[in-house]
């Protein structure tokens, strides 16, 4: 998987691309938790280019969030493919996170 950091708006947005599952879930584990350690607050994840998701990439979305809420800090998800979306709903987590379309209409 590859994870490319992108500021805007003094907002951290993670773009994704490959598969986010057991054996790439703890890179993204460290990149989010170096940004927490680094100040930000509000958090996005762009699944635009990531072809699939598993329960190990969840956990690590729900540990965020978890920390965030300590911190009233914020996580949203945007560009979620039919295949990432079908997880999301099925373990609902369409209702723990807001979903957007777009990087812009998060950052909105």
Same mark, same amino acid.
């Given at each position: 998987?590859?994870?490319?950091?992108?500021?805007?708006?003094?907002?951290?947005?993670?773009?994704?691309?490959?598969? @986010? =599952?057991?054996?790439? *879930?703890?890179? #993204?584990?460290?990149?989010? !938790?170096?940004?927490?350690?680094?100040?930000? /607050? +509000?958090?996005?994840?762009?699944?635009?280019? @990531? =072809?699939?998701?598993? *329960?190990?990439? #969840?956990?690590?979305?729900? !540990?965020?969030?978890?920390?965030?809420?300590? /911190? +009233?800090?914020?996580?949203?998800?945007?560009? @979620?493919?039919?295949?990432?979306?079908?997880?999301?709903?099925?373990?609902?987590?369409?209702?723990?996170?807001?979903?957007?379309?777009?990087?812009?209409?998060?950052?909105?």
């Amino acid at each position: 998987m590859q994870i490319d950091l992108d500021t805007k708006e003094n907002i951290s947005v993670f773009n994704l691309k490959g598969r @986010l =599952d057991s054996n790439t *879930s703890p890179e #993204l584990e460290e990149v989010i !938790a170096s940004q927490l350690e680094n100040g930000s /607050s +509000s958090l996005i994840i762009n699944f635009e280019n @990531l =072809d699939y998701i598993s *329960s190990a990439g #969840l956990r690590v979305l729900l !540990a965020t969030a978890k920390t965030l809420k300590r /911190s +009233s800090g914020e996580l949203a998800v945007c560009n @979620l493919n039919e295949t990432v979306m079908e997880v999301f709903e099925i373990s609902g987590f369409s209702t723990i996170f807001p979903v957007f379309d777009t990087v812009a209409d998060a950052l909105a």
